[in-house]
């Protein structure tokens, strides 16, 4: 197993930091990475200020997975921190984004959203049948002002935030459900969170990425952590060429892969391919965590307290995503030009 040794050479603390002093210096907006995976809770929150306004992105939290290799009582702890950064964040903004309804992406507290406007997935139509309770349970009666916002547009002066139309949280007819991705836009600057994209593993959502071309991306990485269970290796395989593709086709000069990948010390050896394309174009890849500065919790908790689930591994790499998705192919799991692409890498 090459992991382990090559995983926790990050960058030495507070190398990253200082990268990130300077994009807020020189940034039209100031964004604010409130609570993520790489800090040792689920969570994807973002806050944005832009002048016009202030926004805060999913505010959900849940503990770590049992494989996150921190003690309960560290889970416990950093749980109580970072809800209280979340719930200090929505009280001081004036607009909250739901890109679904999943409790790591919102807190089911009404009073956390009163007097707010909120810009939600939409609670009716494409969304499934969990959700939609929850949602119900958030929305019934919450005085709050809140707007669908699906495929819409909505402008807060120079300020203006887009979505997606519904996307699958993962791959096509997952129990999981629909996302909306969101992108924040101010003086020219683009600021793309992805939300649960899975990846992405499909194609149609990486064409909206490049599209977007966003300065800043958010991206929450494919969830090797539940490989053999609710991912395939195959759809691993798809969602790696698309953050290649992700890395060839844009000119984000912060691309940020934290959430889902977050979860398993062995992401730097899975993505391996990813983080050789990314050294090969000139790109760094960031966790919030090595942005500000520090180690990603779960490869800390890996050198301090050892392996949970997973103690032998290798690395993921070209040949061995070509046998999969030979493989894939052969059982007409996936067509023909998700090998060709993986033979170009």
């Given at each position: 197993m090459s992991g382990p040794d090559r995983m926790v050479c990050a960058l030495k603390k507070g190398e990253k930091s200082i990268i990130y002093l300077l994009i807020l210096y020189y940034s039209a907006m100031r964004v604010e990475y409130v609570a993520f995976d790489s800090l040792g809770v689920k969570s994807s929150c973002v806050r944005v200020k832009t002048g016009d306004c202030d926004i805060v992105i999913d505010p959900g939290i849940a503990s770590e997975t049992g494989s996150f290799p921190l003690t309960s009582s560290e889970k416990m702890v950093l749980r109580r921190r970072y809800e209280g950064a979340i719930r200090d964040a929505c009280s001081e903004s004036e607009i909250i984004v739901l890109t679904h309804y999943h409790y790591d992406?919102?807190?089911p507290d009404q009073d956390l959203y009163r007097g707010k406007v909120l810009l939600v997935k939409d609670p009716e139509n494409y969304i499934n049948r969990s959700q939609r309770v929850r949602a119900r349970a958030l929305l019934e009666g919450l005085e709050a002002e809140v707007k669908v916002?699906?495929?819409?547009?909505?402008r807060f002066g120079s300020t203006k935030i887009s979505f997606s139309k519904p996307m699958w949280h993962g791959t096509e007819g997952t129990n999981l459900g629909y996302v909306l991705s969101v992108e924040v836009e101010h003086k020219g600057e683009k600021l793309l969170h992805t939300s649960d994209v899975d990846g992405p593993v499909l194609k149609e959502t990486t064409d909206m990425i490049v599209e977007a071309d966003p300065d800043i991306l958010i991206l929450d990485g494919p969830p090797t952590?539940?490989?053999?269970?609710?991912m395939a290796y195959y759809n691993l395989a798809r969602s790696i060429l698309n953050i290649c593709r992700i890395l060839e086709e844009t000119e984000t000069h912060l691309f940020i892969l934290d959430h889902h990948a977050l979860r398993d010390y062995r992401y730097m050896d899975l993505l391996h391919e990813v983080y050789r394309k990314a050294e090969a174009s000139g790109v760094s890849l960031y966790t919030v965590a090595e942005?500000?500065?520090?180690?990603?919790?779960?490869?800390?908790?890996?050198?301090?307290?050892?392996?949970?689930?997973?103690?032998?591994?290798?690395?993921?790499?070209?040949?061995?995503?070509?046998?999969?998705?030979?493989?894939?192919?052969?059982?007409?799991?996936v067509k023909g030009e998700w090998l060709e692409k993986a033979r170009e890498l």
């Open positions: 992406h919102h807190i916002a699906d495929g819409k547009t909505f952590y539940l490989l053999g269970y609710i942005l500000m500065g520090e180690k990603p919790k779960v490869l800390e908790g890996y050198l301090r307290n050892g392996p949970t689930r997973w103690r032998t591994w290798k690395s993921f790499r070209k040949e061995d995503i070509i046998k999969v998705l030979e493989n894939a192919v052969e059982n007409g799991l």
